[in-house]
């Protein structure tokens, strides 16, 4: 079983629409989860930090589920510019040693 | 607006050739990863280093690739020799731990 998985997708949604992406981790020490986002051709960039009382940022809301082992993503009111791959990240402890483990990403097309 | 460099943006090399990747982190930051991204594996964390030491390498093949930081404004990857498989973009990426890594515009290299 792969440590970060999420559903590759695409998700195509029209604009305004609401959509939900999900992403399961296998280490249950993990401790710390990002959502990165990533454009064509382009790096990876934060989106937001995911905290275990879960948090939004505007249109962007994201959630964890220790129990479950999963975090979430929400975006609200798409946009054509939210279109992209959504990178789900964790880290397994906040040790002085940890780094990161990237999910292969879920592919968002936002369509007019 | 600090900003992490790679050099070169795109390279294209034959089989048996050497390849050297660099990369400039932020000034500051105290971590620097390595990262190879294929369309089939997604985002691979090849080496990293704390400090200018190397932490871990294990996702980097020893017989081939060697990664190193002979000072804190310069991370070096490289490839020798190198073969089709390589084929990928090479990311860099600085950071803290556990913390937000901020990711270089990466090197599309092409091994024919």
């Known amino acids: 079983r792969k440590e970060v998985e999420q559903d590759p997708g695409p998700f195509n949604v029209p604009e305004g629409a609401t959509v939900a992406f999900n992403c399961t981790y296998s280490n249950s020490a993990s401790q710390s989860f990002f959502w990165y986002r990533q454009d064509c051709r382009k790096e990876p960039k934060l989106l937001m930090s995911?905290?275990?009382s879960g948090n939004e940022d505007g249109r962007f809301t994201a959630q964890l589920n220790r129990a479950s082992q999963y975090i979430s993503l929400l975006i609200r009111d798409s946009k054509l510019s939210d279109s992209a791959t959504y990178l789900c990240?964790?880290?397994?402890?906040?040790?002085?040693?940890?780094?990161?483990?990237f999910g292969t990403g879920t592919r968002l097309q936002v369509t007019l | 607006d600090a900003r992490v460099t790679q050099t070169p943006r795109d390279k294209v090399t034959e089989m048996g050739q050497e390849v050297t990747m660099r990369c400039q982190p932020i000034?500051?930051?105290?971590?620097v990863f390595w990262y190879r991204q294929t369309m089939m594996q997604g985002l691979e964390l090849l080496a990293y280093f704390r400090n200018r030491a190397p932490l871990d390498d294990s996702g980097m093949p020893k017989d081939r690739f060697s990664a190193e930081m002979p000072d804190a404004t310069l991370a070096t990857l490289k490839i020798q020799p190198s073969e089709p498989r390589d084929s990928a973009v090479y990311f860099c990426?600085?950071?803290?731990?556990?913390?937000?890594?901020?990711f270089g515009p990466g090197t599309r290299l092409t091994v024919l």
């Open positions: 995911v905290y275990s």
């Open positions: 990426a600085s950071g803290f731990p556990s913390r937000e890594q901020f």
């Open positions: 990240v964790v880290t397994p402890n906040t040790g002085t040693a940890s780094k990161l483990t």
């Open positions: 000034l500051g930051h105290n971590t």
